[in-house]
């Protein structure tokens, strides 16, 4: 395999690493990879270290380090995390030890690894099963994610694995350095550098003299500043491979792993300041020293530059070994948590400020563990702490390290003319995300986005302010907001007339005042037209129904208004004129009254009343002197010049005659038809009384002339 990569200040040739170079990465083939195998497993190393009776050189560390990671410029927070226990959100890992790491790369955290609780722990069972956890989910994805590496157990005796994610490779990478023997319950020397990416387990497949030697318990972390990932110390079980001045096996071993290469990188004279040998370190990169940061029972080193510096805090780290260690973003600080002091497990929290650890006080606390892990997820922006062992007990916890959950609200102004219109902005900080935002802003108007914007369109003070709660329900409310809208623009509308006869034509305005903003009006009459003043008008052709509306804009808002035009269909123009009353004697007064209908208004009226007399009034009023009949005749003018006429007949009769002895007409009347009846009785009278006579006059003479009589 050709090698790749710059050079690495370190690494050493002699006699007993053949094919090493001090400026090309490790390759071998794998006849020799073989070969190497034989003898590791047969003979020893030579020694790694400078020798139990080399006087080590003391390197001064750098006086300025040349800052290149943008993220070394984080500002800290002034706020105290709390921790938050989020394991019941749903089922996790059985196994307890196992590793957890964040997966940039594919977007979610990657759990592999651990032992069953519950067994023997001597000689614990350990299942090689894959976890992802996303959106405080947990999901087994062992099926699918290919072979994995073998079974693996961190934080007990039995430590063999270090993962961690390489933003170089975009990939986790996983470094094995010993197997447990199901067995024979003995440890395999035993090493494998693995890849996860794309939901899948691939192994590197690197030679072995190519890769750190077996060990275990060591810690692998990403070195910003210089670019790799750095693997350093742990335990070995191959006494050849351990420096002189290491006790019970710990070693102190150094190396780099970039661009799918290791590099040993363990420093050589003149070099020979590093970290003591030691298992169980807790390493993670630090942007504010811009360095590799490594903290060990009381003993806190940076790497920076491809060498090890021993940092002197004012105040130490407690004792304590196999601790959770993390740059936690939120609150711009290098976290430390729990671990071993002696027999006894700690759930101490610190912060390291300035190359000094602080203690912190929290109003919760974690349960104490052994080896947990510490990853910032920063899709959830949670700082997660998962796992550890207590003598095996299932420790499948989830806490958060987050800041108390808080929220301020700020806007682009707190006052001005109405309507005003105004950018709103929440800080949140702290919680576990994701968060829920409820504004509201005192005039009935609401949002639920993170950041609002709202129109204030009328006068007034409104009281504003913004809610939060996060995932886990918890509510905080923000600072209040008074918002001072003042008396802006005054828009006035108006259209006239609203109904009529087509053709109609309508006067439309509309207009602002006050506030002292500009503002541009427009018109759109509903049947096609348009207009771009705010006092115009407009003809409605055809009968119908129209829905004019009106716009007045202003910089930060729009007013509008509808008016509905009803346009009836044209009629005949007409003209009818009348009169009350329309006979009489003279001096006969007569009321004219003049309609119209159709045309289109207003209307002018003239009258002549057929007597020499006239009038421009609608409705006249005319005296006529002298008898007689007259035509009075009405001509209508409407706006378009149409002249509609009309007439009525008046009949002005001759004077009555002289009244008899100075009495009405009709009681001289009734004393005629009196008269004249009583004239016709008498008569009849007079005629009955002479038939009688006659017929008694005819009986006497034959009274007196019964000869005849009886002769006839």
Request: net charge negative; with cysteine; proline share 9%.
């Amino acid at each position: 395999m050709q090698s790749r990569g710059p050079h690495v200040r370190g690494v050493r040739t002699s006699a007993n690493d053949p094919g090493r170079s001090s400026s090309v990465w490790p390759a071998t083939t794998s006849a020799v990879t073989a070969m190497v195998m034989v003898i590791v497993l047969v003979s020893p190393f030579g020694n790694a270290g400078a020798g139990a009776n080399a006087r080590p050189r003391v390197v001064e560390e750098p006086r300025s380090v040349p800052v290149s990671d943008s993220r070394a410029s984080a500002v800290p927070s002034q706020s105290s995390p709390d921790w938050i226990n989020i394991t019941g959100q749903s089922a996790g890992p059985a196994p307890v030890g196992g590793l957890f790491a964040y997966d940039a790369a594919d977007g979610y955290d990657l759990q592999f690894g651990g032992c069953l609780p519950g067994g023997n722990p001597t000689y614990p069972v350990c299942p090689n099963d894959t976890y992802t956890y996303s959106g405080l989910n947990w999901t087994n994805i062992t099926s699918t994610a290919g072979v994995a590496p073998p079974a693996i157990v961190r934080g007990s005796a039995n430590s063999t694995t270090v993962m961690a994610y390489d933003p170089v490779d975009r990939y986790v990478l996983l470094f094995e350095g010993a197997l447990q023997h199901n067995w024979t319950h003995r440890l395999i020397p035993y090493a494998q550098t693995w890849e996860f990416h794309g939901g899948r387990w691939r192994n590197l497949s690197i030679a072995a003299w190519n890769q750190p030697p077996p060990q275990q318990a060591g810690a692998l972390a990403y070195d910003a500043f210089d670019g790799y990932m750095v693997f350093f110390g742990g335990w070995s079980n191959w006494p050849a491979r351990i420096p002189a001045n290491s006790t019970a096996g710990n070693s102190n071993f150094t190396w780099i792993f970039r661009d799918g290469s290791w590099a040993d990188a363990t420093e050589v004279p003149p070099y020979t300041q590093a970290p003591p040998p030691d298992i169980n370190p807790s390493m993670a990169f630090d942007p504010t020293l811009n360095a590799l940061v490594m903290q060990d029972d009381n003993e806190t080193w940076k790497f920076v530059g491809e060498h090890w510096y021993q940092l002197h805090p004012t105040t130490t780290y407690a004792k304590a070994y196999g601790s959770a260690i993390g740059w936690d973003p939120q609150m711009g600080r290098l976290m430390l948590w729990g671990g071993a002091a002696g027999p006894d497990f700690t759930t101490a929290l610190w912060e390291l400020t300035n190359g000094n650890w602080t203690p912190l006080a929290t109003a919760h606390e974690a349960p104490a563990a052994f080896a947990p892990s510490f990853a910032w997820d920063p899709i959830q922006r949670l700082m997660l702490l998962w796992g550890g062992a207590t003598n095996l007990t299932r420790n499948d916890w989830m806490w958060v390290l987050a800041l108390p959950l808080q929220i301020q609200a700020t806007s682009s102004a707190t006052s001005g003319p109405a309507p005003l219109i105004l950018a709103f902005t929440s800080n949140t900080t702290g919680g576990v995300t994701p968060s829920r935002w409820s504004w509201h802003f005192g005039d009935g108007g609401s949002s639920t986005n993170e950041n609002a914007t709202h129109a204030f369109l009328y006068p007034g003070n409104y009281n504003t302010w913004v809610n939060v709660s996060d995932r886990l329900g918890i509510l905080a409310q923000s600072n209040l907001l008074v918002i001072a809208v003042d008396p802006g623009l005054t828009v006035s509308f108006s259209a006239s007339p609203a109904t009529g006869i087509a053709p109609l034509s309508v006067s439309f305005q509309a207009y602002g005042q006050g506030g002292g903003q500009a503002y541009t009006a427009s018109w759109h009459f509903g049947d096609g037209g348009s207009s771009l003043s705010g006092n115009t008008s407009h003809v409605y052709v055809r009968p119908g129904t129209y829905s004019a509306t009106a716009w007045v804009n202003v910089s930060v808002a729009s007013y509008y208004r509808s008016f509905l035009m009803a346009v009836s269909p044209s009629m005949p123009f007409m003209a009818t004129a009348g009169a009350d009353p329309d006979a009489g004697a003279p001096p006969l007064m007569v009321g004219f009254n003049g309609t119209a209908t159709g045309g289109n208004p207003p209307f002018s009226f003239a009258w002549r009343f057929g007597d020499g007399g006239s009038s421009i009034v609608r409705n006249p009023i005319h005296s006529f002197t002298r008898a007689g009949s007259y035509s009075a005749s009405l001509w209508v003018n409407d706006s378009r010049g149409r002249v509609a006429t009309s007439s009525v007949s008046i009949t002005v009769a001759e004077p009555s005659p002289p009244l008899v002895l100075g009495l009405p007409p009709a009681i001289v009347c009734a004393v005629f038809v009196a008269s004249a009846f009583a004239v016709v009785v008498l008569l009849a009278v007079f005629v009955a009384r002479r038939r009688r006579g006659r017929r008694a006059g005819s009986e006497s003479e034959d009274e007196y002339r019964p000869d005849e009589r009886a002769k006839a």
